[in-house]
């Protein structure tokens, strides 16, 4: 189905960095990328995942490599693009798709507990987005970002520290957007509702459920439609579009916050 959409060949010559690549969203835009042409280089944590999704790439004939680093840490941020630079000359687009959080009522997150989602989604945001721009505007290359937030209209009950983090990443979208612009840098984000991942083990079936059958398009969403908005900004096509935020999320930002799950 995604062969008849988007052209063969349609990234060949192109390289995307993706953060959290090794897994869930990360893979599918890793495969769906790959398979337009793109050289993927997938970086999260764990290595064995990161090496176990390459395995399976490389058996698709996608070109892949995997670095393993924590976002959250500036200075293996800095080793990560001091790698890419050397061995592939840099890359083309970054696709900041790690994040997460736990779920907890407001009154049960500590400062701790606040700061450490805040890091991994916001500052570890803020850090790739930094390094991969240096390394553009240092090479005379032009590329794009896309940030991989969340749907929070209404606010995020549960998730007050992913809700803000995430918030911060979409007007950073647009500042960088607006000021990164003249060094042909275009920024956008894509705001993913309730997809089918792994990652969505640590929440509640029936919640889930609930919740998505309230949706305007009442049915879970899947990894590949993330990763076919992703082919879109990135593709020709979106050669004119910075800054803005995309929701591929059934219709779920037209709910109000009392429709949502509470932590
Ligand atoms: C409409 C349809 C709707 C449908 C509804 C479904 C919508 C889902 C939308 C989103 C889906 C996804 O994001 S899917 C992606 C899922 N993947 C993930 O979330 C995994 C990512 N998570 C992580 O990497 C980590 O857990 C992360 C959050 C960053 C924390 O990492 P750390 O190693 O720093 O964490 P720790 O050291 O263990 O803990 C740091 C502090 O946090 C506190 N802490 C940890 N868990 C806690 C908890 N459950 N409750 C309170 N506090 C907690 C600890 O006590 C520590 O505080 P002190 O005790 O004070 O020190
Ligand atoms: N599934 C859903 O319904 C939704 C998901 N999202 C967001 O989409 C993105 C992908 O989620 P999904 O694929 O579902 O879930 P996953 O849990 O599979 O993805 C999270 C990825 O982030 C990586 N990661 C986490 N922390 C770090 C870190 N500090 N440094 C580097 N990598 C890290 C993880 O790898 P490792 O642990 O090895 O580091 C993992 O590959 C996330 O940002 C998520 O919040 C947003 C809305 C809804």
Known sequence: MKQEIFAPGLLTGKSVLITGGGTGIGLAMAQLLGELGAHVILVARTAETLEEAVTKLHTEHISADCIPVNIREEQEVTELFDTVSAK???CDFLINNAGGQFTAQALNISANGFRSVVDLNLQGTWQMSSAFARMLIEKGRVGRIINIVLCLQSGVPGMVHAGAARAGVMNMTKT???????????????APGTIAT???KQYNTDQIQKG???????????ADEIAMAAAYLLSPAGSYITGTTLEVDGGEHLLGASDQIKG
Request: glycine share 18%; aromatic share 10%; charged share 15%.
């Open 88 to 90: 592939w000359g840099g």
């Open 176 to 190: 960088l957007a607006y000021e990164w612009g003249e060094h042909g840098i275009l920024v956008n984000a894509i």
């Open 198 to 200: 792994s990652g969505l």
């Open 212 to 222: 998505v059958s309230r949706l305007p398009v009442s049915r879970i969403g899947r």
